[in-house]
């Protein structure tokens, strides 16, 4: 037997209020033909698990009765890294040693252990694989935070504009994880890009890493909101065309890069990290012919699973090729004396200051 921990809830609420470790038992020595029971190498904290806790999150796990307790729990965590322990009988797609990640959400991925079936995990290469290959292995951050992030940049890009050489696309919230995987795909892609971000002190240094990464030109928020600058913006996209807004901001953010779109172009809004309402001239959907709709990740994978698939191959090629770099996130190590739910609400709470990873 295996005593797992898992952090869960009973009922919907603030992180710290109503999180709590459950431990359960499982049945190692008898595993179902095709069972596999997996450990957590690594899952990492994200925006939508917070809300998820909350209850303000459309995707919501199940309430079950698997957690050894007489009350329904749900578990939590979306995204993670595990390694196969031990597979059944008839298991021929995995071996034990194998990297594998969920293949759907909400099964509870900030737990030590997960009992599923062949059918609930995708296989990555294990650094061991990558090296015999000759490639470069992933990192423990690069496989845990592969299916959220970087596919939502990748797919952002690739899935509903042709681009032709010199055209661009802007985003806002260049700076965020997904803005700098958008980048990063931007210039593998062969395709232009204007970053907005908001000012800081050190402006010209955050301005020279995300250039570094891929960004063609970095802008802040009062240039994205400038008449004037719109000259600048001329010059620089010459006979190329701004195709593509990437919007995780809303209010002025999203007018400012949505006004700079030339005629046809199309706003695919992600986050609303501003809170404010996405706000769009009326002249441009009559005169410009602007499109503007939403992008969710989680809901075009579930309906697309060869999608899922193939975007997860072309991410870990990348990242073999060492073409891609992880967004960097503050790695925290548990170990068994600690209690799990603790971790993960400090976590939580130090998630203003960058993404947290737990390690276990
Ligand atoms: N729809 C989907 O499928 C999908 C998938 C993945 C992520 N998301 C969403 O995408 C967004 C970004 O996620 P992430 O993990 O990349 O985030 P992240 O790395 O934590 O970055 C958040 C970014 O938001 C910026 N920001 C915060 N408040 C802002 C404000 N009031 N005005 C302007 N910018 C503000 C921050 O700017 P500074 O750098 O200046 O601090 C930072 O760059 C989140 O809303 C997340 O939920 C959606």
């Given at each position: 037997m295996i005593t797992a921990h898992a952090v869960v809830y009973q009922s919907h609420g603030d992180p710290k209020d109503v999180l709590f470790t459950q431990k359960y038992q499982i049945d190692d020595e008898n595993l179902k033909e095709n069972q596999v029971l997996v450990k957590t190498l690594a899952s990492p904290i994200n925006p939508s698990d917070i809300n998820q806790i909350q209850g303000v999150y459309p995707s919501k796990p199940d309430f079950t009765d698997?957690?050894?307790?007489?009350k329904k729990l749900a578990p939590t965590g979306n995204e993670g890294l595990f390694q196969v322990l031990k597979i059944g009988?008839?298991?021929?797609n995995f071996k034990v040693g194998d990297w594998v990640i969920p293949?759907?959400?909400?099964?509870?991925?900030?737990?030590t252990h997960q009992l599923g079936t062949a059918n609930d995990f995708i296989k990555l290469p294990n650094p061991k694989q990558s090296e015999e290959k000759g490639k470069t292995g992933l990192s423990l951050n690069q496989g845990a935070t592969i299916s959220v992030n970087p596919p939502t940049a990748y797919l952002m890009l690739t899935h509903y504009v042709k681009f032709n050489k010199n055209d661009y696309f802007i985003q806002n919230g260049g700076n965020s994880a997904v803005g700098k995987y958008a980048s990063q795909f931007g210039k593998l892609l062969g395709i232009n890009s204007i970053s907005v971000i908001r000012d800081r002190p050190n402006l010209q240094e955050t301005i020279d890493k995300l250039e570094n990464l891929g960004a063609t030109h970095v802008i802040t928020e009062d240039q994205n909101e400038s008449k004037e600058f719109g000259s600048t913006i001329k010059n620089w996209k010459g006979t190329g065309k701004i195709k593509l807004a990437l919007n995780c901001v809303g209010g002025k953010s999203s007018t400012g890069i949505a006004r700079k779109l030339d005629p046809n172009g199309l706003m695919l809004t992600y986050g609303g990290m501003s809170m404010k309402p996405v706000t769009i001239p009326t002249s441009l959907h009559i005169f410009k012919n602007f499109t503007s709709t939403g992008f969710w990740v989680t809901e075009l994978l579930k309906n697309n699973p060869e999608l899922k698939i193939k975007t997860l191959n072309q991410i870990v090629e990348y990242y073999e090729n060492e073409q891609l770099k992880d967004s960097p996130s503050n790695e925290v190590k548990f170990d068994e004396s600690q209690d799990l739910a603790s971790l993960y609400i400090k976590g939580i709470e130090d998630s203003k200051n960058g993404k947290q990873l737990i390690v276990y």
């Open positions: 698997k957690f050894d307790s007489s009988s008839n298991v021929e293949k759907s959400v909400n099964s509870g991925t900030w737990q």
